[in-house]
């Protein structure tokens, strides 16, 4: 018998062993262990069933969603849909938005939404929107935060017309988008 201890699968954590069930003609022994689900509820679940058994049957029940990937409860909500947004801006060539995100570097390093959740924490209002507090620095624990209009204003990263660039700046910004600069494309 492996301990399982410890052990979580989906939303249930193993707390401990609770016993044997007997089973079949031969009256072959399955391994019961007690496990606690996020929600709070305690349930005895069999060795065998455990690995496919993602919570106490919650998930079910949960604003009557039945789909076999509903996980965290966020799925209609606009949490969820600003982690996907800030995602595909940041890896999806073919999003409108990701030059100016995954284009120029910004990364998207949220390992899972649960993680993003606990980090950024729920949306206060409709008002608010997902900001990250370096606009230059990337989607990741520690830079995004919930702010209001006024405040992701002040945040933007400033725009420059292409003439109020230097020389110096110009060549950083040609190197990082990967361009070649020969002597052909340089004014005289």
Not at 35 to 55: D, Q
Not at 131 to 156: I, L, V
């Amino acid at each position: 018998m492996k301990n399982q201890i410890g052990q979580i699968y989906g939303q249930l954590t193993v707390i401990s062993f609770a016993g044997h069930k007997s089973f079949g003609k031969q009256g072959r022994q399955n391994i019961l262990w007690t496990c606690l689900c996020s929600c709070g509820t305690e349930k005895i679940i069999s060795a065998t069933k455990l690995p496919t058994t993602k919570s106490c049957g919650c998930l079910k029940n949960c604003s009557g969603i039945h789909a076999p990937n509903y996980q965290h409860g966020y799925s209609r909500r606009a949490e969820y849909t600003a982690y996907n947004a800030a995602h595909e801006r940041c890896s999806n060539p073919k999003n409108p938005s990701y030059n100016d995100y995954g284009g120029r570097g910004i990364q998207f390093l949220y390992s899972s939404f649960d993680q993003f959740i606990t980090d950024v924490g729920d949306k206060p209002n409709k008002h608010y929107s997902l900001d990250r507090k370096n606009s230059n620095g990337h989607y990741e624990p520690g830079n995004c935060q919930w702010s209001d209009g006024s405040t992701q204003a002040k945040n933007k990263r400033p725009r420059f017309a292409i003439e109020n660039f230097s020389d110096e700046q110009m060549q950083k910004e040609c190197l990082r988008r990967g361009w070649t600069i020969t002597k052909q494309s340089l004014p005289a």
